[in-house]
């Protein structure tokens, strides 16, 4: 399944890809940075997951945070957000 990444949003993926375990997600990460966004049904579940979880992170994040520092984390949420519809849009469809 080939799905559509917005270069935000590319970028948020591979961000996410480096913050994992060296070596675990390299094939992914060299996908996306290869702009090769057709991933079999593995790949979009991995996806997913890792999106969730950071997503819950960033949740945590905001939550501990001082107001000031909010708006560009939850400038990153919503990014986030629109991230995993793609992504669990990709799922649905395949």
């Known amino acids: 399944m080939q799905f559509h990444l917005e270069p935000q949003e590319r970028k948020l993926l591979a961000d996410i890809l480096l913050e994992q375990?060296?070596?675990k997600y390299n094939e992914l990460?060299?996908?996306i940075l290869d702009r090769d966004l057709r991933?079999?049904?593995d790949e979009l579940e991995q996806t997913a997951t890792l999106i969730a979880d950071k997503k819950r992170r960033l949740k945590e994040e905001i939550a501990g945070q001082p107001t000031d520092l909010k708006p560009e984390l939850q400038?990153?949420?919503v990014l986030?957000?629109?991230l995993e519809e793609r992504v669990n849009e990709a799922c649905v469809m395949f």
Request: no cysteine; net charge negative.
């Open 21 to 23: 375990e060296v070596g």
């Open 29 to 31: 990460l060299n996908k």
């Open 39 to 41: 991933f079999d049904v």
């Open 75 to 77: 400038q990153q949420l």
């Open 80 to 82: 986030l957000q629109q």
